[in-house]
């Protein structure tokens, strides 16, 4: 017994879509921040009261530089998926749905890429 009706099954979407691709990615997206998202917590207030050379040379550590690409990766990728839930269910029409969903991983992608970039002028 199949549980795909029959115009999913043609278009190769099962049962749901992508949505439970998408359920999957965010929440693992999600138990990657966890961790980093503390690391990330208890280094910023470490750093509190350093002066402006000395927070760089803490971004400039490797493990500090590897630890924050990952974080700003994962975060602007969960923020993203987030964006892109919401939008979907609360915009109905779909010329605007789709534009705001390009807009928005244009936008959290350029601003993920200046962050592993500035880490990385930091760092090297």
């Not at 971004?59 to 964006?83: E, K, N, R």
Request: charged share 15%; aromatic share 14%.
């Amino acid at each position: 017994m199949r549980l795909e009706l029959p115009l999913a099954r043609v278009k190769g979407l099962g049962t749901s879509g992508e949505g439970s691709h998408h359920w999957w990615r965010q929440r693992l997206s999600a138990l990657v921040l966890i961790p980093l998202t503390f690391w990330f917590l208890f280094s910023i207030v470490d750093q509190l009261g350093q002066g402006h050379y000395m927070v760089q040379e803490w971004i400039a550590d490797p493990f500090t530089a590897c630890c924050l690409i990952l974080y700003s990766i994962f975060m602007f990728y969960h923020a993203q998926l987030g964006l892109q839930v919401v939008i979907e269910d609360y915009v109905h029409n779909r010329g605007i749905r789709l534009t705001l969903v390009l807009f928005s991983r244009a936008v959290l992608l350029l601003f993920g890429i200046l962050a592993v970039f500035s880490v990385l002028r930091i760092a090297l």
